[in-house]
């Protein structure tokens, strides 16, 4: 598939820069070659396809087709495996969503780009991203939120994809998940949702800023903005509800409950900074009520990490009454939630937080750079490393909560 791919891409996952820069010349060559041998041609590649709700993925040839306007083919190296992608295939399930290649945490470096693109060229280092930021609607030029109406969520969050697509399998389409389609070699993605990283930024590791460790650290940083001194609840210890804590804790959080039915993953928690641990099945009255005697009468912050209705009444139950702040984190969209209004009435605040309420472009590069200087963890969220064909491994791990992260190398 190519020179390039020859000469930089391993059965290992690339922890080092695929161009170096003291390749100088030699590496102008090579971007060259590779350019030359696959832009403007239709690519035959491996994925893993999800061809109907509640089924095994299966490793097939597709053919991904040359970028149009404004669009960049990335050649994926690594990508993980995050819940939202096992919401997809076992919860959401609405037929209409498939066949797709899931996947949209992952990493790799630009293959070709299409008219109109000028910010990106053969051989960056880029972070695919489920968030689009165009830079031009209202939602973009607003500070107050993170939205973009360029975004598949403002239209299709339902199906969880645009139809239209750069994918086919024996003579189909095959949706893009989340326009993004990460469990592929190669994929094709607006520019508007592709951030540019650190030509040294490995990228087995800053792969996981793609979602999950994003959305949960911002959720505490961005959405719930989280107090020096305060105190501190978060539901599931799965990578979102980690890096939540991990928010938490560098917001100067002076006191963090963990909470997770498996207290397996309470000495995980506590390298991200909890710094206390709650099993709910441990006590015969509702965690709320326990929080509450441990508290004074509630947290200051909760979030919710699970993406369960229960569990988002459950945090809101558990903030202090008059200036407690809950935040929806786990994505789910199959079940009504609710509370009483007392709830409300009595000063709580109720809200939301998608991808941790980051400005996608313009913060994973800054992201990546925190990651890179020390400010942020990612190495202690990846539990397994595995090759793309045994992502049906990784997700079974996933479902039965034996996982945080598990990276999968994409490339041969």
Sequence with gaps: MGIFNALTLSSQPLSTNPMPKKLGHCTNSIRLHWEMATAGKVIKCRAAVAWEPNVPLIMEEIEVAPPQESEIRIKVVVTSVCHTDLYHLFEGKDKRGFPTVLGHEGAGVVESVGPGVTDFKTGDKVIPLFLSQCGKCRFCKCPKTNLCDSSWSTKYHDTMADPSTRLTCRGQPILQFMGTSTFSEYTVINQFAVAKIDDNAPLDRVCLLGCGITTGYGAAVNTAGVTPGSVCAVFGMGAVGLAAVMGCKNAGASRI??????????EKAKVFGATDFLNPKAYNKPISEVLAELTNGGVDYSLECVGNTEVMRTALESCVKGWGVSVLVGWTDVKDFSARPIQLLSGKTWKGSLFGGYKSKDSVPNLVCDYMNGKIKLDEFITHKMNIEQVN????????????????????
């Design 393 to 412: 491994d990784a997700i079974n791990l996933m479902k039965t909560g034996e996982c945080i992260r598990c990276v999968l190398n994409i490339s041969k």
């Design 257 to 266: 409950f963990a909470v997770d039915i498996n207290e397996q993953k309470f």
